[in-house]
Each structure stands twice: as structure tokens, then as C-alpha cells.
């Protein structure tokens, strides 16, 4: 547990920025959703634009310090998709 707590405080120490845009953004997704509550396709497009965000959050916090791998954009990517597919669900309801 110890190393775990280090290695999250060196990374949010290190990258403090990128997950300071990454919480605002989903504030802000968050608030629109609530906007648009009961629009179907403004909700749907909302949900598109933050996956389209969160992909290329990703690719950009990882080519920051070189670490961008294909695993590291399919992981992005899957998470997307899998998130969007539970709110396409959620919206047909």
C-alpha cells in the first residue's frame, strides 16, 4: 500500500496539470449531461465529444514523458467505447 500511495503522489506531483484538465473536463461533461438531461442526441453527442477528449487526454499525458504505447491507446480507446456504450444503453431507456 505504501508503494502505491509514492507512486501516485510522484505521478499526480509530475503530471499535475494534465489531471487538473482531465477533472475539469469532466466537470464540465458531467454539467452538460445534466443540461441536456432528456435530449437524447444532445446527451449522445456529449458523450461522444468527452470520449473523443479522453482518447487524446491520454495519448497527450503519455507522450508527455514518452510512454505512449499501443496498449496505452487501446486501453484509452476500450475505456471510451466501454463508456459509451453504457451511456447508449442508459440514453435508450
Known amino acids: 500500500m505504501k508503494?502505491?500511495?509514492?507512486?501516485?503522489?510522484?505521478?499526480?506531483?509530475?503530471?499535475?496539470?494534465?489531471y487538473l484538465v482531465l477533472i475539469i473536463a469532466t466537470v464540465f461533461f458531467l454539467l452538460f449531461l445534466k443540461?441536456?438531461?432528456?435530449?437524447?442526441?444532445?446527451?449522445y453527442?456529449?458523450?461522444l465529444i468527452?470520449?473523443?477528449?479522453?482518447?487524446?487526454?491520454?495519448?497527450?499525458h503519455h507522450m508527455r514523458d514518452d510512454?505512449?504505447?499501443?496498449k496505452n491507446?487501446?486501453?484509452y480507446i476500450l475505456i471510451s467505447?466501454?463508456?459509451l456504450?453504457?451511456?447508449?444503453?442508459?440514453?435508450s431507456s
Open 81 to 83: 467505447f466501454g463508456v
Open 35 to 43: 443540461f441536456f438531461q432528456g435530449e437524447r442526441n444532445a446527451s
Open 67 to 70: 510512454s505512449v504505447h499501443l
Open 73 to 75: 491507446v487501446l486501453e
Open 85 to 91: 456504450l453504457l451511456m447508449m444503453l442508459l440514453f
Open 3 to 18: 508503494h502505491m500511495r509514492k507512486a501516485l503522489k510522484t505521478e499526480l506531483g509530475t503530471h499535475h496539470v494534465d
Open 50 to 60: 468527452f470520449s473523443a477528449f479522453y482518447i487524446l487526454w491520454g495519448i497527450i
Open 45 to 47: 453527442l456529449t458523450v
